[in-house]
Protein backbone atom coordinates (compact mmCIF):
# COMPACT_ATOMS: atom_id res chain seq x y z
CA UNK A 1 0.00 0.00 0.00
CA UNK A 2 2.97 2.48 0.95
CA UNK A 3 4.03 1.87 -2.53
CA UNK A 4 0.55 2.97 -4.08
CA UNK A 5 0.74 6.44 -1.98
CA UNK A 6 4.40 7.11 -3.26
CA UNK A 7 3.41 6.08 -6.75
CA UNK A 8 0.36 8.53 -6.35
CA UNK A 9 1.24 11.12 -4.88
CA UNK A 10 0.14 10.41 -1.30
CA UNK A 11 3.59 11.18 -0.03
CA UNK A 12 3.65 13.73 2.92
CA UNK A 13 4.97 16.94 2.44
CA UNK A 14 7.99 16.64 4.78
CA UNK A 15 9.43 13.36 3.08
CA UNK A 16 8.79 15.53 -0.46
CA UNK A 17 12.21 17.45 -0.27
CA UNK A 18 12.51 17.75 -4.08
CA UNK A 19 8.86 19.57 -4.37
CA UNK A 20 8.34 23.19 -3.41
CA UNK A 21 4.39 24.13 -2.72
CA UNK A 22 2.92 27.51 -3.59
CA UNK A 23 -0.36 28.58 -2.57
CA UNK A 24 -2.24 30.88 -4.85
CA UNK A 25 -5.61 33.24 -4.63
CA UNK A 26 -7.97 33.49 -7.81
CA UNK A 27 -8.60 37.31 -8.24
CA UNK A 28 -12.13 36.20 -9.51
CA UNK A 29 -13.58 34.07 -6.98
CA UNK A 30 -11.24 34.17 -4.25
CA UNK A 31 -10.37 30.23 -4.03
CA UNK A 32 -7.05 29.27 -2.92
CA UNK A 33 -5.33 26.45 -4.49
CA UNK A 34 -2.42 24.88 -3.05
CA UNK A 35 0.49 23.94 -5.99
CA UNK A 36 3.67 21.24 -6.41
CA UNK A 37 6.69 22.35 -8.47
CA UNK A 38 9.26 19.50 -8.51
CA UNK A 39 12.65 21.27 -8.35
CA UNK A 40 13.94 18.82 -10.96
CA UNK A 41 11.42 17.87 -12.99
CA UNK A 42 9.18 20.87 -13.62
CA UNK A 43 11.70 23.30 -13.75
CA UNK A 44 13.67 24.21 -17.07
CA UNK A 45 16.97 26.03 -17.87
CA UNK A 46 16.62 29.68 -18.86
CA UNK A 47 17.90 31.04 -21.80
CA UNK A 48 20.78 32.97 -20.04
CA UNK A 49 22.02 29.38 -18.60
CA UNK A 50 21.77 31.33 -15.33
CA UNK A 51 18.76 29.90 -13.82
CA UNK A 52 15.55 28.07 -14.07
CA UNK A 53 11.68 28.90 -14.81
CA UNK A 54 8.38 27.15 -15.19
CA UNK A 55 5.48 28.25 -16.31
CA UNK A 56 2.47 26.74 -14.60
CA UNK A 57 -1.25 26.85 -15.43
CA UNK A 58 -3.48 26.68 -12.41
CA UNK A 59 -6.78 25.39 -12.35
CA UNK A 60 -9.22 26.16 -9.46
CA UNK A 61 -11.08 22.85 -7.91
CA UNK A 62 -13.81 24.26 -7.22
CA UNK A 63 -14.62 27.08 -9.72
CA UNK A 64 -12.33 26.19 -12.21
CA UNK A 65 -10.31 29.20 -12.59
CA UNK A 66 -7.44 29.52 -14.59
CA UNK A 67 -4.84 31.19 -13.14
CA UNK A 68 -1.13 31.16 -14.95
CA UNK A 69 2.17 31.67 -12.47
CA UNK A 70 5.61 32.22 -14.22
CA UNK A 71 8.33 31.45 -12.14
CA UNK A 72 12.22 32.16 -11.99
CA UNK A 73 14.53 30.38 -10.17
CA UNK A 74 18.35 30.53 -9.46
CA UNK A 75 20.91 28.22 -10.42
CA UNK A 76 20.14 26.34 -6.50
CA UNK A 77 16.70 26.20 -7.87
CA UNK A 78 15.22 28.99 -5.02
CA UNK A 79 12.35 30.54 -6.24
CA UNK A 80 13.71 34.31 -6.91
CA UNK A 81 10.64 36.38 -9.07
CA UNK A 82 7.26 34.97 -9.56
CA UNK A 83 4.35 36.80 -11.48
CA UNK A 84 0.73 34.99 -11.09
CA UNK A 85 -2.10 36.23 -13.25
CA UNK A 86 -5.48 36.04 -12.61
CA UNK A 87 -4.30 35.35 -9.28
CA UNK A 88 -1.98 36.16 -6.03
CA UNK A 89 0.75 34.46 -3.61
CA UNK A 90 -0.51 33.63 -0.74
CA UNK A 91 1.14 31.65 2.63
CA UNK A 92 0.32 28.13 4.01
CA UNK A 93 -2.14 29.76 6.66
CA UNK A 94 -4.39 31.38 4.03
CA UNK A 95 -4.54 28.27 2.58
CA UNK A 96 -5.59 26.48 5.47
CA UNK A 97 -8.30 28.93 6.41
CA UNK A 98 -9.69 28.75 3.37
CA UNK A 99 -9.91 24.65 3.49
CA UNK A 100 -11.38 25.36 6.77
CA UNK A 101 -14.13 27.62 5.72
CA UNK A 102 -14.84 25.75 2.75
CA UNK A 103 -15.62 22.40 5.27
CA UNK A 104 -17.58 24.85 7.52
CA UNK A 105 -19.51 25.82 4.96
CA UNK A 106 -20.48 22.18 3.33
CA UNK A 107 -20.96 21.00 6.81
CA UNK A 108 -18.46 18.33 7.28
Not at 12 to 33: H, I
Not at 50 to 75: C, N, P, Q, W
Request: aromatic share 10%; glycine share 10%.
Amino acid sequence: MGFLRRLFGGADRESDKDALYLYVRSRQTGEVVRVRIHRYNDLSMNEAGDGYFVRKVIVGEKSFDRMEAHLDFDTKRQLVNSEIIGGELVDAEAYQAYQAGRQASSGT
